[in-house]
Each structure stands twice: as C-alpha cells, then as structure tokens.
C-alpha cells in the first residue's frame, strides 16, 4: 500500500515537473521576446533622434536666414553703403576698410559689394571671390528685386548667403552681400541636446562637424553616403543622411549611440527576466522532490 503511495506520488510529480518545465518554456519564450521588443523600442528612440536632428538643423538655417535677410537689408540702405556706391570713382581701400569694420561688428563671415550686374566690386572674408561674376546666380538674380538669404557654398565653407539692392531712385547700383558660415557650434549644439554627432560634406570634403575623432569621422563619411530616410548600423552606432534644403552637392551624415537610453531600461530588462526566473526555481523544488522520493523508497 506504501508502494503504491510512493509509485502514485511520484506520477503526479512527474506531471507537475512536466507542466513546470513546459511553463518555464514559455516563461523563457516570453522574457526572451520582451527583450526583443525593448531592444526595438531603444532602435526607435535612436531613430527618432537621427530623424530629429536634421529638423533642428534646417530650424537654425532658417532662422538664420530670416534674421540675415532684415540684416542685409538693414545695411543695404546705411548711409556709409550708398555713398560708397554714389561716388563717381570706385576707392576701393575705403571700401574694404567699411567692409571690414562690418564684417567685425555684424560677425559674419563674409561681406562684399557687387556690380548691378553681379561683378564682385570688394569683399572682406574671402578673397577668392574677388572679381567674381555671380550674375548668372539665382541670389543676385533675385536680390535685384528684394533682400533675400537662403542656404549657400561660399568660400569652401557652407552656410548663409544674403544680399539686397542699393538703390537710387528706385534704380539697383549695387548689391551688398553678407555670408555666415556654419559653424561646427549648431551641430555640437545638437550633439548635446540630443546625443546625435553630425557633420556636413560637399563631396568627400568636410565643411562643418562637431569635434569627433578619426574612427568617428569616418562613421559619419559612411553615414553621409546613404541613402535619404535608411538606417544602417555602423559598429555601436546607428547612422542616417540628410540633405540641405537647396543644396543638392552636399550632404550630412548623422550617428548616434546604440542603445544610449540602456540605463533607464535596466530595470525594465530585469523584470522581463522574473518571470523566467521564478518558474526556475519552483521547477528545480520539483525535480529535487522527484528525485529524493526513490531514495525514500528504498529506506
């Protein structure tokens, strides 16, 4: 009769170990695909911040232009501006001298005067554009109507270009330009708001970066090159592009930290793991019941 006790009690732990270890399965099954889904949800947040960071990009390109643009048009009308346009012979000292003294206080990067026909007359800022014949360009074309400012390549830099008509008797004789370059303060800046490290390209030469090291740069070289609206993964980073409103030679190249916000899910990725853990140990009190039980018997 104990026998049979014994032999009966040992079935039902057989079964209870059975659905124990088909529940620690499941149990295995479920934790592993909550990690699953944790480590997608971190991807989104590292996706949303590469897909942020070009909207904070063109926001200060913007604000940039409709502040250069009430600037430029500012300047265009100084009195210092109109009478170097109006004097009959073109002293081209006294014009650099106020072009710098306006480069010093405005804080741009570039200033000049152009021809009503778009010639370069002076610039401060950037030689090379000295003589320069920008008349078949669309800012000078339409700066002959109004001031205007819009995205620009200037000097082996990027950034702001803007310039408006000087005027006398509602005829242009000139064009004032100003340029701000872009500097690698906006994308630190967004560096450290959103933890994404950003750098602009015109071909393969850098134009504008946060400080980053070597194996970084090269990371955002790669992520410059993809395609608009992908996502790859670049050792620990996940890198996407974009491109500058306008500026179809040039491209930016944006990585971030995979998994940055793994701190915060801590917590979370250890209680997926409870459960698992939990049905764990009632199965190993059963497997341990089961095989003390012939041990039981024999005594």
């Known amino acids: 009769m104990a026998r049979a006790t ?3 009690g040992s079935s039902w732990a057989r079964i209870w170990a059975s659905v124990a270890l088909f529940v620690f399965a499941l149990a295995l099954l479920l934790s592993w695909a909550a990690q699953r889904r944790l480590d ?3 991807d989104r947040m590292d996706a949303r911040a590469l897909d942020h960071a070009p909207r904070v990009l063109e926001q200060v390109l913007a604000e940039q232009r409709k502040h250069q643009r009430s600037t430029v048009a500012l300047l265009a009308e100084d009195a210092r501006i109109r009478a170097m346009v109006l004097t009959p012979t073109f002293d081209r000292a006294t014009v650099l001298d106020l072009l710098e003294d306006l480069k010093a206080t405005s804080g741009a ?3 000049g005067l152009l021809d ?3 010639t370069v007359r002076a610039v401060v800022g950037a030689p090379e554009m000295d003589q320069l014949d920008l008349g078949s360009s669309s800012l000078v074309h339409d700066a002959l109507e109004k001031p205007v400012a819009r995205a620009g390549i200037f000097a082996n830099h990027i950034g702001v270009l803007s310039a408006a008509p000087v ?3 509602k005829q242009v004789r000139a064009l004032f330009l100003m340029a701000f370059e872009l500097d690698g303060a906006v994308l630190e800046g967004i560096e450290r708001d959103l933890g994404v490290s950003g750098a602009v390209f015109v071909g393969d030469t850098v134009v504008a970066s ?4 070597a194996e970084q740069q090269q990371q955002l070289r790669s992520a410059a090159e993809l395609p608009g609206g992908t996502y790859q993964i670049l050792g620990a980073q996940l ?3 974009s491109r500058i409103e306008d500026l179809a030679t040039t491209s930016v190249g944006w990585v971030v930290s995979r998994y940055r916000h793994e701190s915060d899910a801590s917590l979370t990725r250890a209680l997926a793991w409870l459960p698992a853990v939990l049905v ?3 199965l190993a009190s059963l497997l341990g019941l089961l095989l003390s039980q012939p041990r039981a018997g024999e005594l």
Do not use: E, F
């Not at 946060?210 to 090291?213: D, G, I, K, R, T």
């Open 6 to 8: 014994m032999t009966a």
């Open 40 to 42: 997608a949800l971190l």
């Open 109 to 111: 990067s570039v200033v």
């Open 116 to 118: 009503a026909g778009g």
């Open 167 to 169: 005027r006398l008797d």
């Open 210 to 213: 946060a400080p980053s090291n």
């Open 239 to 241: 890198a996407s592009s």
């Open 280 to 282: 764990g140990l009632v």
